[in-house]
């Protein structure tokens, strides 16, 4: 199951219409296991209770944590501003 946070579904609700369908519609069809080709872990969360991993689509970044069996989207962001969101999170 794929959960957002309130700050990642205000950052889906500043997304143009057209950007909220496409990131919607991939929501549903990603692989958020840790293996998959287009699925990071960031580097600064090895260690850490909950590792932060980093999925692509399109230019749009999410990071979401992992629950079990459960996906936690924390942010999706504009890969232009990652670097700053990641800073936030830690």
Do not use: C, W
Not at 63 to 73: P, T
């Amino acid at each position: 199951m794929v959960y957002l946070t309130a700050k990642a579904e205000k950052d889906l609700k500043a997304l143009s219409p057209s950007q909220q369908r496409r990131i919607l519609s991939k929501l549903e069809e990603v692989d958020f296991s840790p293996n998959a080709p287009h699925v990071k872990k960031l580097a600064a969360t090895k260690g850490r209770k909950a590792e932060i991993f980093r999925a692509r689509i399109g230019t749009y970044r999410l990071l979401y944590i992992l629950e079990g069996k459960d996906v936690v989207i924390l942010r999706i962001v504009h890969r232009k501003d990652l670097e700053r969101a990641i800073r936030e999170l830690m």
